[in-house]
């Protein structure tokens, strides 16, 4: 876990500051600033709205006199909306109350006093500048200049215009703008630079080229069929390597089932024919209505007669007819199969009806009048029922709701709106996944990554990617192969692209652009064969899906650490006494010694411990739940796990009395349960052991054992206290958190002779507090909000922490370092750097070598880094690119005397690095 030292907010500030400055000929200056408003800064100013100004330095300094000039002033600086509706702020006394200092009021009228007291005609003025500065991601300062004596009116821009129309909280809008000299020269200079950018773009990305296989040209529509591609042209549709000739009609798939619907608009109905391997045949249905495929072996047709439905179900030739009574005439008919449950939506009154396949009413759900109905939200998977409500439209809902299709009985409810979302796909292991993109407040737009448990009404959320304007991500038409999701993104302003979202990571693998025009909103991803096939309008582009998923070929950039080299195909890498541990599917390698590897099992390295934790996944069971207080609770089941350590030679199976067992050290260790109202402990250190026992009400987790002072150091109660034991079981001391307040795993630190304790309440107010470790005597506490939870020793006998944090109402990150005296309790915070963007610095992965802690920086955005920090002067030693796509997130770095190595688990890669200078 960890926190942050300062608020973050989803919303990016921007301001906008408007200066006007009058230069006289006597030498004196007479000058106005203020700030327009926006709801991210809560700036009041002098204007209350934004800062819209109208009338420019040449206009003012051509007036015919004074009060004309005053006049212009007046009716051209607008406290205003957008459209320029507003109240003109010059135009008379008028008192703006201000939130700051102690809401003191302001006048803007006051500067037309200054003018006149100031300038007693206008040839007494030499020089007029209006000047605007707007910050978000990047500064965009204007300045306007006219010089009364040369009659020169000149203009310098730097930066670049935001997206939106000016800024946040203001605009300068000159009619004669283009006079003035260097503006045209600014946009020329622009445009060259934004050719220059995107040829360097499209020359970083050629190496992308290789995964186009071909274009298609007049392709209707795309999908699979039996893990074939159909492609359907105007007047012909292939199938695999079949072409077969077609009159125009609609193709798709439903139910396993290949359909050609041709639709005859005179007499308004529709033919069906079925594709039986070789061609298109028409079926024989009893009922010609709602003539329906639910697998290749079970299908359905309905008839209507007055009050009465009858429904033909037809299962491997076997054909059963049910009639069911209804009072409303607007239905549908669904079935499923696996279950044997008929399923009938009517929309009018919102009402779901579940028949078994004899015609019994099974139950009904009937849906409050407030809600909207959507029969294409409604999803059903391995027999449970997701039922959605919601009052506004697509893609937010306001509720989700789970049943067993059998039985009717609720298995679940979400009403997190946050998380509630509609158009699901059925992923791996039956879970619903959905992709889409959110709006933010500050014109920005995420794309999300929504996933629904089915069974239990678990839902998470992850953020992918995030554009810096409301049109530059959009999803459509995803599909799942495998454990990858692909997607189409049809961005209005910088072309198409595709990507594909590893399910396991959630993590953007690869985005690759298309080099479409912009403003293509659909599109269709196919995955077949090992080609990806994108459809647009009129457009089938087929990639290679082995390029499309290799995500290392970029060049490298030329950065001071070189790439040694690359090891593929790793599962997982560690190191352990100072060898490398390389894991394979088949098999471990350790320094040189090679070894069988166990694919079911996990490998870590603890305390100095390798461990292999194996799983029998014959014994592991799926989660069980049962009804209690009205929800769902998981019943926790014992899984059947054997953990391993290696001696060196082989994996072996140390003998623990209890299952619970964890290794402080490689010659201390622990186990432990609680039985019976009493937590037992058996305690092994340097070939030792012991065992003690003590009754409580509560289970206890052993945290540390401090093999200097033979100290066993024990949790309670969620992390509310702590007691210290000796070897033998004798209670030394014993310490609980204030009222109100918990501390957890990560915030406890331990020295030679000091634990420190970290503890925080719900709103968030904290203590830092160092105790003796033999005694358990108070040695200082603090309260100052300067520090972390989480602290690592390091040499000089100082403990350090790195971490990153939001800056309050910004789109910036802090890079600090926490220093903490173990002795004393002084801490100090530094800002080693500074990131523009929300995302671009991510410090969860560190490393302490000596006095240095080396950290991976995974940005969003540009690519990874990685940084070295010196704890004792306390600066960024380095901070390089390395040559990792940006979003994906590595292991820790691993320093050895002369080289780093870096872990990417999505690319099953271990990248080794030469040590940069410093």
């Known amino acids: 876990m960890k926190f942050r030292s300062d608020f973050v907010t989803n919303s990016s500030s921007s301001s906008f500051v408007v200066k006007i400055l009058f230069e006289l000929n006597n030498g004196k200056k007479v000058s106005f600033s203020g700030e327009g408003y926006t709801d991210e800064t809560g700036v009041i100013d002098y204007f209350t709205q934004n800062a819209i100004i109208t009338v420019s330095p040449r206009q003012l300094g051509m007036a015919k006199d004074l009060e004309s000039l005053i006049q212009l002033l007046a009716n051209g600086v607008l406290d205003a909306d957008w459209d320029g509706n507003g109240t003109k702020i010059f135009a008379q ?88 000299k260097g503006y045209k ?153 696996k279950n044997k449950v008929i399923f009938i939506e009517q929309p009018r009154n919102n009402k779901y009806l579940f028949y078994s396949k004899t015609g019994e009413l099974l139950w009904e759900y009937t849906q409050n009048e407030e809600y909207e109905y959507d029969e294409r939200k409604v999803i059903i998977v391995d027999g449970i029922v997701v039922i959605p409500s919601s009052k506004e439209e697509y893609p937010h809902l306001d509720m989700l709701e789970g049943f067993d299709i059998k039985t009717g009985k609720k298995l679940w409810e979400l009403t997190d709106d946050t998380r509630c979302i509609t158009h699901y796909t059925v992923g791996p292991e039956n879970m619903l996944y959905s992709l889409n993109f959110y709006h933010c407040s500050d014109h920005r737009i995420e794309l999300h990554l929504y996933q629904l448990n089915p069974y239990t009404g678990e839902a998470d959320v992850k953020t992918l990617k995030v554009g810096d304007h409301w049109n530059n991500i959009s999803a459509y038409n995803n599909t799942i192969c495998g454990d990858k999701l692909y997607y ?32 293509i909103r659909s599109g269709t991803v196919v995955v077949s064969n090992n080609k990806v096939y994108v459809k647009i309008p009129k457009l089938l582009k087929i990639y290679d899906n082995n390029l499309v998923l290799k995500t290392d070929l970029f060049p490298d950039d030329g950065s001071k650490i070189i790439l040694l080299e690359k090891k593929s195909g790793i599962k997982n890498y560690l190191w352990h006494n100072g060898e ?53 609770v998981e019943v926790k089941v014992k899984t059947d796990q054997k953990r391993y350590r290696f001696d060196g030679n082989q994996f072996i199976k140390d003998e623990f009395k209890y299952d619970r067992q964890q290794y402080h050290s490689p010659h201390h260790s622990s186990s432990y349960e609680y039985i019976n109202g009493r937590v037992c402990i058996q305690l092994k250190t340097d070939g030792k052991e012991y065992a003690f026992d003590f009754e409580s009400d509560k289970e206890y987790f052993i945290l540390h054992y401090n093999c200097k002072h033979d100290i066993l150091v024990l949790a309670f109660d969620k992390f509310t206290g702590y007691r210290f034991y000796s070897k033998t079981g004798s209670l030394i001391w014993e310490y609980k958190v204030k009222q109100g307040f918990v501390s957890d795993v990560e915030g406890v630190s331990f020295t030679d002779d000091i634990v420190i304790i970290y503890s925080r309440d719900i709103e968030d107010h904290r203590t830092l507090e160092g105790f003796n470790i033999q005694t358990g005597e108070k040695l200082w506490e603090t309260n100052e909000n300067i520090f972390d939870e989480q602290y690592i020793n390091c040499q000089d006998n100082m403990m350090y922490a790195l971490n990153s944090c939001g800056i309050l109402r910004s789109a910036e990150f802090m890079l600090n370092l926490y220093t903490l005296n173990p002795l004393t309790g002084e801490t100090t ?13 991510y410090t969860g992965n560190t490393i302490k070598i000596g006095n240095y802690i080396y950290y991976l920086n995974a940005r969003s955005y540009d690519g990874c880094s990685l940084g070295k920090v010196d704890m004792r002067t306390q600066t960024v030693l380095q901070d390089i690119p390395l040559d990792i796509p940006g979003g994906h997130k590595p292991s820790s770095p691993i320093a050895t005397d002369t080289t780093i190595n870096v872990f990417i688990p999505e690319l099953k890669e271990v990248r080794i690095y030469r040590k940069g200078n410093g």
Request: aromatic share 12%; net charge negative.
């Open 93 to 180: 006394h008028s008192k703006v109350k201000s939130d700051c200092g102690n809401c003191t009021t302001r006048d803007p009228y006051k500067f037309i006093d200054k003018i006149r007291e100031s300038v007693s005609s206008i040839d007494d003025i030499k020089k007029i500048t209006i000047s605007s500065k707007e910050s978000n991601t990047d500064d965009y300062v204007r300045n306007f200049y006219y010089n009364r004596l040369t009659n020169e009116y000149t203009c310098k821009i730097q930066g670049k215009e935001m997206d939106v129309a000016g800024s946040h909280g203001g605009d300068i809008r000159f009619d004669d703008a283009d006079l003035a």
């Open 185 to 337: 020269e600014y946009f020329k200079k622009l445009q060259k630079a934004e050719k220059a950018e995107a040829k360097k773009t499209a020359a970083k990305h050629k190496d992308s080229d290789p995964r186009l296989i071909e274009s298609i040209k007049g392709v209707k529509d795309i999908f699979l069929y039996n893990g074939e591609t159909v492609i359907v042209f105007d007047d012909k549709i292939t199938i695999g390597g079949k072409t077969i000739p077609c009159s125009k009609g609609t193709c798709y798939v439903k139910g396993g089932v290949l359909y050609f619907e041709d639709y005859d608009s005179e007499k308004d109905n529709s033919t069906f024919y079925r594709y039986n391997g070789n061609e298109f045949v028409t079926d024989e249905f009893r009922y010609n209505n709602n003539e329906k495929y639910y697998s290749p072996n079970h299908s359905s047709s309905t008839l209507r007669k007055d009050d009465t439905m009858y429904i033909s179900i037809k299962e491997f030739d076997q054909e059963n007819i049910t009639e069911i009574k209804f009072d409303k005439k607007i239905y549908f008919v669904d079935y499923d199969y």
């Open 488 to 519: 189409f993104n049809g961005r209005y302003e910088d072309g198409c692209s595709f990507g594909v979202v590893d399910l396991n990571t959630k993590e953007v693998l690869v985005d690759i652009p298309m080099k479409l025009p912009e403003g």
């Open 580 to 632: 490398e541990v390389l894991v394979f599917d088949d098999k471990i390698v350790i320094g040189n010694k090679t070894l069988p590897s166990n694919t079911t099992g996990k490998y870590y390295e603890g305390n100095g411990v390798l461990y292999l934790k194996e799983s029998n996944p014959e014994a592991d069971k799926p989660p069980v739940y049962r009804f209690e207080n009205n929800k769902m």
């Open 829 to 841: 915070l530094k800002c080693l750097e500074q990131a523009r963007h929300w995302s671009d610095v």
